[in-house]
């Protein structure tokens, strides 16, 4: 019982310091100024929200299609 308590004790006490160690850490290296965009996105954003706009009115008239017939007699 008293091993139990001391090991659940040492688990607590390593996840409340585990996070300001972690902030303590200096950093590593500082991230270097971008002078070009990134070609990653360039005109996919447009087509993801025609998607997605076709995608929720496809929803909302399943939802809303209005058949509330009960299934069983």
């Not at 200096?26 to 070609?39: G, H, K, L, N």
Request: aromatic residues 2%; negative net charge; without cysteine.
């Amino acid at each position: 019982m008293r091993t139990r308590n001391i090991a659940s004790s040492l688990v607590a006490l390593s996840l409340l310091a585990a996070p300001i160690a972690a902030q303590a850490a200096p950093a590593a290296r500082a991230a270097a100024p971008s002078t070009e965009e990134s070609d990653l996105g360039a005109g996919g954003s447009s087509i993801l929200w025609i998607v997605l706009a076709i995608a929720a009115v496809v929803g909302a008239i399943l939802i809303l299609d209005g058949d509330d017939d009960p299934v069983s007699p």
